[in-house]
């Protein structure tokens, strides 16, 4: 009676494998491009891109000091314009993160709008949760602020220089102290430097 | 039930009726003034006990009103309205509601008399003009004049003395200076003025009169050789000026020879420096936040609205009485104070130094120390700051060209001394407070961008920081930094006065 034994064997061993395939790849490939493809969706903007691409981006988060910013090399969905990968750039970088990253970005905030002038200025539309829920103090003003400013201009060669909006308005400051009626680059003297 | 408060007072106001006899006197003199676009008139008092009244008589024609008896009641009219008493009630009817007087009307021979309460409580609800019943002052303001309240307060020392002038509802005053003679001249339409008396000591010392000159001027008799200086601050509804007086001494005005040589470092215990502290005559105080906006708040509790108000009264005390200089707050309660006004207040008054003070947070515990920021500006903000030349009409004929430096960027200026100032500060702080570790930095900061004089924001630590929290709040802390700032603002007046120029 070997004919049967092994053939017993032999489909035993081909349902495993079999089983294995469409465990470790049919089924991964199949929902995790559908998670990409609903990451993509949910961003801020309908991206014309091919879903589930990456590119590498310094974003920005504060320093053990509590004083300076640091940058962090992260995958960021690509997108195939300027605006387009600014908007994916703001995006990731106001998204809350975990230990040991802290941001510098109140909770809650999100992203309503962002426009690039001809003359490589970003204004940066947050809501109003980035002002409403901001800690204060100078040095907390600053960090949030140069998160944006540093994100966009350190990834982005083709924007010089951010301006913060919030709740699709100037304002004069977020938390009273650092002036935001102009757009601010990331040269200067005060941006705590990564 | 609802009235038995009120029976009981009228029990004793019949009480007070039946002792009137006795008391009934006419003080002759004794009248309160009436205010209005016709100027100003006395109407007679008559005090029965303690109580002021005024006769319906003198009354009727200033209001229109008439007067008729019958049935045992008064019965005034005014435009159509009319209040009813009754000789023995404190309670009136105005226009059918119920008022209360402190007395009861009282017949004097053919005149009715009402307590002065009357007006205000009777008559003012229902006229169609403005009434304004001062009783304090014995005034009666009528059709909506400016009669601001004054208020006059000094304080004298030696060598010293200060007028506090307080006007309710803010008035504008002009004061001026002609020899020995000072006057407060209001921006008004009559005064209600309360001054004080002055000791008997007074003929020794700076003050040696103040009185009513006119209807609205006061004037104040000073010692001879006194300089006087004054300012005047918004405080909640009042308008208060301050005018400080200091004896001339001979050497006023002689500047120090250009070629001396440096001056030696002043003892870190100065002894108060009246006089003329060259170089820096007024320092604009700035605490930071205010009202709503609480600024940061520290996981103790400590709200850094409260902690810069307390750290900007313990330095204005010790600027003004050890270096005689005059120091204006920007706020000097709980208050929402706009970034512009804060900045306002110390360019209308020509500060000489503003300090905007402020406590620090960072997202992470372990950020700690102070911080001395001056502005910052990129390069386009300064460009457009300088260079902005304007050709106009000169008096006299001709054309010379003035430099327009947008409000915004008036620091751009001054940021040479602001930084020079700072360096100075976080020199006295380091050894006493701690520090951050880029203690004085550059920041684009909101307030200080449009002072026109160097300007400072200080950060005195971390509220984020549970130690520093305790730290900054403490007694020990504020005293130190004060002291600290003390000293660095006499350094920087002795650099401005030995060769570093005036701004």
Known sequence: ?????????????????????VLFFVLPQRFGRRQQTSAAAAAATPSEAAPGRKIKAHLFYVAEDGVRLVGVERDVAFGDTTLQQARELVAAQIAPVSDPLVSAIPAGTTLRALFV????EAFVDLSREVSAAHPGGTVSELLTIYTIVNALTENLPAITAVQLLVDGKEVDTLAGHIDLRRPLTKNLATAPQP | MKFRPLSHFSAAALLALGLAPILFSQTPGASLTLLSREGRRPIPLTLVGDQEFVALDDLAPIFQLTVQESLGAITV????????????????????????????????????????????????PIADTPIDFRKPSRLLILGGL?????????????????LIVDATPPANSTVAQENEHLTIRFDADALDLQIPALPPAAATSIIQGIRSVDALTIGVDVAPRTVARSIAQPVDNTMRTV???TAAQTETGAAPPPSAAPAPAPPLDLPPSFGQPAGIRTVAIDPGHGGNDQGAVGGGGTKEKDLTLAVARRLKVTLEARLGVRVLMTRDDDRDVPID??????NNNKADLFVSLHANASMRKTAAGATIYSAAFDEDASKSASGNAERVPAFGGGLRDIEMVPWDLAQTHHLEKSTAFAALLEDQLKDRVPLAARAADRA????????????VLVELGYLSNPDQEKLIASDAFQH?????????VVRFRDTRTNGGGGR
């Open chain 2, 341 to 346: 006004d804060r900045t306002a207040l110390a």
């Open chain 2, 146 to 162: 400016r009669v601001p309240r004054v208020v006059v307060r000094h304080e004298s020392t030696a060598t010293t003395a200060r």
């Open chain 2, 77 to 124: 009219s005014y435009r159509g309205r009319t209040i009813v008493l009754t000789p023995d009630q404190t309670l009136a009817s105005v226009a059918g509601r119920l008022i209360s007087l402190p007395a009861p009307p009282a017949r004097a021979g053919r005149r009715w008399l009402v307590p002065v309460e009357f007006i205000s409580r009777a008559l003012a």
């Open chain 1, 1 to 21: 009676m070997r004919g049967p034994r092994a053939l017993a064997i032999g489909g035993t061993a081909i349902t495993a494998i079999v089983l294995a395939w």
């Open chain 2, 444 to 455: 684009p900061l909101r307030v200080l961008e449009s002072a026109n004089m160097p300007a």
């Open chain 2, 480 to 488: 130190a930094f004060v002291q600290a700032f003390y000293d660095a």
């Open chain 2, 243 to 245: 005018i400080d007086l």
């Open chain 1, 117 to 120: 002038t001809d003359r490589g």
